[in-house]
C-alpha cells in the first residue's frame, strides 16, 4: 500500500476501533465453514467500503486468518487479498476504486491455469450495519437489498449502529474447482462475479427478512379476503347482528392476535438480553444452524417447531436466531401472555396471540388460519410449539395439530415459496418453573400468568448454567406431501380453506415425526446425566466413585452406540460433569472418613426427575436390556430380542422414538456389544449373564427403566384381571393405581401417574392389538406381556400391583389365567 493509503486506513482504524463491536456469524467460522488459514485466501465483500474492510479486518485478527490487507504474492504476482464486487457512492472520490472485480477473478483464474498446485479460497463476508427491514410503503414492494451508502451515510451508520453491527463469514468457494471444471476466461470471471451479487442479495433478505407491513394496511387486506368476507357474513347471520358490527368484531379480533413487530425492540431486547444471559448462563450452545442458513438463503419458507419447557424458550430462541443471521420469527404464544407490560413487549418482539381452542368460534379461527397464511404468503418465518404448553414432567407431550394443519392449509392456498418444518431441541441445565410443575402435576392449581407472577419469576433468576439450542433434521412439507400424497396438489385452492380427506392423517404423521426429530436432537449435558444416575439409585444416594463409574457407562454408550447424529454428547471427562453439576448446588454432599456421599432429598428427588426425563429416550433401550438381562438370568439373545420387540412399541410411542420396531435387532446386538465391552455382562454358553464384579453399574443401568415397565404392569394387570373394561376406564384405574403404587413403594417421579402417559398406553394397545375393535382384551398377547412384565418386577411391586387388580376387577368377571398358570 502506497503512504498516503497507510495513513487513511490507520485514521479511519481510529473510530472504527473505538464504535464498532461486530459479531461473527457463525460464531467459529474456520471451524463451521471450513476456512484453512494455511490456504490462501482472497475476501469478497459485496461493495466498495472501506469501513466494512477495516471491520472485517479487526474480526480476522481476532480469528487469526489472514489479514485482508496484505496482498497475495503468488509465482512473483502481487495482488489484493479482497475486492469489491459492486463500487458505491463515495464522499471522497480520490480513494473511489473502479470496480476491479472482473479483472481481478480473471487475474487470479490465470494463476490457477499456470499452476495446478494452486488453490485459492475464495471466502464472501457480509458486513452489516444494522439490519432494520423497513415499512412497507406500498402493496408488493420488494424487500431491500444491498444498501449502498456514501461516507456520511456510513459515518451515521457506524455511529448509530456500531454496535448492532454482524460480519458474516460465507462457506469458501476453491478457485482450483473452478478453473479446473469450468475453465479461466474473463466469462467465468463475469459469472463469478455475478453470482456473488446474488449470493449477497439473498444473505442479505435472509438476515434483515421482507419489509414490515403496516399494520392497519394488513387488517385492510385481510378483511377483503374473500374467506375472511364469507366469515363476517355467517357471524352477521349467526348472531343475528349487521355486518359492520360483525366487521368491527374481526376487526377486535385481528387486534387481539396480530404481531407489532418492531426492529427497534429488536435491537433494544439484543442488549438487554445480551446482559442478562451472560448474567445468568455459563455458555449457551447453538448445534446445526447451518441448516436453517442454507434454508433461508435457497428461498424456504422456515416455521420453527421447538419443544416447550420453559417461558424463556421465546426470548432464547429469538435471539440465538438473530445471533446466527436470521431474522427472528414471528411467535404463536398463548393468549395467557397477553398481560400489561409482558404482551404489548411481546407483540413488538413478533408474538401473535392464539387461544386455547378455536372450538365454537368460525370467525375466530378463520381469521387465525388468515393471518397465518398471510404471514407466509409475506416471506415472515413462523415459530410454534406443537406440544401446546410447557411440559409438566420434561417429557415432550402428545402434539395439538390445530396449527399444522393451518400450515398446511396455507399451501393448499397456493403458497409460492415452499415451507419447511425445523424441529429444534431447547434444553436447560435449570428451568425456573420446576417447582410449579411438580405443584402442578401433584394437583395444585395452575397459576395465572400476570404481571404479579412475573415479577415473582424474574425474583428467581439465578445461575441457570448452561442453555442448549440444538436444531434437528428439517422436514420439507412439499417434499413430504410430493412423495405420500402424489395428488396434494389437485386440492390447492386460492380462496377456501382445504380439508381433503387425505389432510387428518397426514397431519398426524408430520406432527409424530417432528417430535421424533426434536428428541433426536437431544442434549446430555451434566444435570440431566446426574439426575439419572442418582435417581435410578433407590436410595437416590451413590458414593463419589459409584457416581463417576455410571456416569462413565453412559457416556461410553452415547459415544459408541449413538442414538442418532444430531445427539450432543458433553466432550468433558465423568469428573468435569460432576464438578459442574456439583456447582449448579442441585444435589446434595456428606463428607465421611472414607470419601463423599453424593445423594438428592425427597424434595430434590421430585425436581430432578424433570432433567432425567429431558433425555431418558436416549438410555431407555440399553436399560431394557440390562432389565432383561437381570430379570432372566442366562437368557439368550433371540429370546432377550423377542422380548425387547414386544415392548419397544411402547416405549416407540411414549418416547417419541425413532427406531422403527423392524430396525431394532441391530441396535439391540450393538448395545449387547457394548455392555460386553464394558464387562457389565459376560457370555457363557450363549447365554447372557450379569458380571457380578460389575453388578451395581448394570442394576443402576437396568433401574432406568423401572418405573416405565411398572406403569405397563399396572395396565396390563388390570387388562388381565378385567378383560372388558373400557379404556376410559382403564386410563383412569390405570392413574388410581399407579398413585397408589408411588406412595407404598416411594416412587419419587410426579409423571408416574400422569394422566397423558396413561393415554398415550391405552391408544398404542389398541394400535398394537393388545385391544380389540369392541374393546375387549385379546387374550394370548395380554398374557404373554403380563408374564415378561412379572418377571422384570421386583416380587413386592408385583404383590402390590396384583392385589390392587383384584380389588378393582368387577364381581362376576372371569379373570384370564395368571402367567403363572
Not at 624 to 644: F, M, N
Not at 717 to 740: C, D, H, V, W, Y
Request: overall charge neutral.
Amino acid at each position: 500500500m502506497s503512504g498516503w493509503r497507510n495513513i487513511y486506513y490507520a485514521l479511519l482504524d481510529l473510530p472504527i476501533k473505538l464504535l464498532v463491536r461486530s459479531k461473527v456469524i457463525p460464531a467459529n467460522p474456520r471451524e463451521e465453514t471450513g476456512l484453512d488459514p494455511m490456504r490462501a485466501m482472497m475476501y469478497v465483500l459485496p461493495y466498495n467500503s472501506k469501513a466494512d474492510l477495516l471491520t472485517l479486518r479487526g474480526q480476522c485478527l481476532k480469528l487469526q486468518l489472514p489479514d485482508p490487507l496484505i496482498p497475495l504474492e503468488i509465482d512473483g504476482v502481487t495482488l489484493p487479498r479482497y475486492v469489491f464486487i459492486n463500487d458505491g457512492p463515495r464522499v471522497f472520490s480520490y480513494f473511489t476504486e473502479k470496480p476491479e472485480s472482473v479483472k481481478l477473478f480473471h487475474n487470479y483464474l490465470d494463476l490457477h491455469r499456470n499452476n495446478p498446485q494452486l488453490d485459492v479460497q475464495m471466502v464472501p463476508v457480509s458486513v452489516m450495519f444494522g439490519r432494520a427491514p423497513g415499512r412497507e410503503a406500498q402493496p408488493n414492494q420488494p424487500a431491500p437489498q444491498l444498501r449502498l451508502l456514501n461516507g456520511f451515510q456510513k459515518f451515521i451508520a457506524i455511529l448509530w449502529l456500531g454496535r448492532d453491527s454482524f460480519v458474516r463469514f460465507s462457506n469458501p468457494l476453491s478457485m482450483r474447482y473452478m478453473a479446473t471444471e469450468h475453465g479461466t476466461d474473463k466469462t467465468i470471471a463475469q459469472k463469478l462475479a455475478r453470482v456473488a451479487r446474488i449470493h449477497f442479495a439473498r444473505q442479505r433478505l435472509v438476515a434483515v427478512g421482507p419489509r414490515l407491513p403496516v399494520r392497519q394496511d394488513l387488517f385492510n387486506k385481510l378483511l377483503a379476503s374473500k374467506a375472511i368476507e364469507k366469515a363476517i357474513e355467517d357471524e352477521a347471520r349467526s348472531k343475528k347482528i349487521s355486518t359492520d358490527k360483525a366487521q368491527q368484531t374481526a376487526i377486535q379480533l385481528m387486534e387481539e392476535i396480530a404481531a407489532d413487530f418492531s426492529y427497534e425492540a429488536i435491537r433494544l431486547s439484543d442488549r438487554v438480553l445480551s446482559w442478562t444471559w451472560n448474567r445468568l448462563y455459563q455458555g449457551l450452545h447453538v448445534r446445526n444452524a447451518d441448516r436453517v442458513r442454507q434454508l433461508a438463503e435457497d428461498g424456504h419458507e422456515i416455521v420453527y417447531v421447538p419443544c416447550h419447557r420453559s417461558h424463556m424458550d421465546y426470548l432464547l430462541l429469538s435471539y440465538v436466531l438473530y445471533h446466527q443471521g436470521l431474522v427472528p420469527p414471528h411467535i404463536a404464544a398463548g393468549i395467557n401472555l397477553n398481560f400489561w407490560p409482558a404482551g404489548p413487549i411481546f407483540r413488538r418482539l413478533g408474538a401473535f396471540f392464539i387461544r386455547r381452542t378455536f372450538k365454537g368460534n368460525k370467525l375466530y379461527s378463520t381469521i387465525f388460519r388468515e393471518y397465518l397464511g398471510e404471514l407466509f404468503t409475506r416471506g415472515y418465518s413462523v415459530e410454534y410449539f406443537m406440544e401446546g404448553g410447557r411440559s409438566r414432567t420434561g417429557r415432550l407431550l402428545e402434539p395439538k395439530t390445530g396449527t399444522l394443519t393451518m400450515t398446511i392449509q396455507a399451501m393448499l392456498r397456493g403458497g409460492n415459496r415452499p415451507i419447511t418444518l425445523v424441529p429444534i431441541y431447547v434444553g436447560y441445565e435449570h428451568v425456573m418453573e420446576v417447582a410449579t410443575y411438580a405443584k402442578e402435576l401433584r394437583g395444585a392449581t395452575k397459576e395465572k400468568e400476570g404481571f404479579l407472577q412475573m415479577v415473582r419469576g424474574l425474583r428467581k433468576l439465578r445461575n441457570l448454567g448452561q442453555g442448549y439450542v440444538n436444531f434437528g433434521e428439517p422436514l420439507s412439507l412439499s417434499a413430504y406431501l410430493s412423495q405420500n400424497v402424489p395428488q396434494w396438489r389437485d386440492s390447492i385452492d386460492p380462496i377456501e380453506a382445504q380439508r381433503p380427506g387425505w389432510l387428518a392423517p397426514v397431519v398426524d404423521d408430520i406432527a409424530g415425526k417432528i417430535m421424533v426429530r426434536i428428541n433426536n436432537a437431544a442434549a446430555a449435558n451434566a444435570i440431566n446425566l446426574c439426575s439419572t444416575v442418582l435417581l435410578a439409585s433407590r436410595q437416590r444416594s451413590l458414593t463419589r466413585e459409584q457416581l463417576l463409574h455410571q456416569l462413565n457407562c453412559y457416556l461410553e454408550l452415547m459415544r459408541n452406540v449413538p442414538y442418532a447424529a444430531d445427539v450432543t454428547i458433553p466432550d468433558t471427562t465423568a469428573e468435569g460433569l460432576l464438578e459442574h453439576a456439583l456447582a449448579m448446588n442441585k444435589f446434595s454432599v456428606e463428607q465421611d472418613t472414607i470419601g463423599d456421599i453424593i445423594y438428592l432429598t425427597r424434595e430434590q428427588a421430585v425436581l430432578m426427575t424433570y432433567y432425567r426425563n429431558n433425555i431418558q429416550h436416549l438410555f431407555i433401550l440399553p436399560s431394557l436390556v440390562a432389565s432383561i438381562i437381570l430379570g432372566h438370568p442366562g437368557i439368550d439373545r433371540e429370546t432377550l430380542l423377542r422380548h425387547s420387540y414386544l415392548l419397544y412399541p411402547l416405549l416407540k410411542a411414549e418416547l417419541f422414538m425413532h427406531y422403527e420396531t423392524a430396525e431394532i435387532g441391530p441396535v439391540i446386538d450393538a448395545l449387547i456389544e457394548e455392555l460386553l465391552r464394558q464387562g457389565l455382562i459376560i457370555e457363557e454358553a450363549r447365554q447372557l449373564l450379569l458380571n457380578p464384579v460389575r453388578a451395581q453399574t448394570l442394576q443402576l443401568l437396568a433401574a432406568g427403566i423401572r418405573e416405565t415397565l411398572q406403569r405397563y404392569a399396572i395396565t396390563f394387570s388390570l387388562l388381565r384381571f378385567n378383560p372388558q373394561i373400557n379404556r376410559g376406564t382403564l386410563e383412569k384405574e390405570s392413574r388410581i393405581m399407579a398413585q397408589r403404587l408411588s406412595v407404598l413403594h416411594g416412587i419419587n417421579a410426579p409423571e408416574f401417574f400422569d394422566k397423558a402417559v396413561f393415554s398415550t398406553l391405552v391408544a398404542t394397545l389398541r394400535e398394537e392389538n393388545y385391544i380389540s375393535d369392541s374393546g375387549d382384551a385379546i387374550s394370548g398377547k395380554v398374557l404373554e406381556m403380563s408374564e415378561i412384565l412379572s418377571e422384570l418386577m421386583t416380587p413386592e411391586v408385583h404383590l402390590t400391583i396384583e392385589s390392587a387388580s383384584l380389588l378393582v376387577a368387577a364381581p362376576g368377571l372371569q379373570p384370564l389365567p395368571s402367567p403363572a398358570e
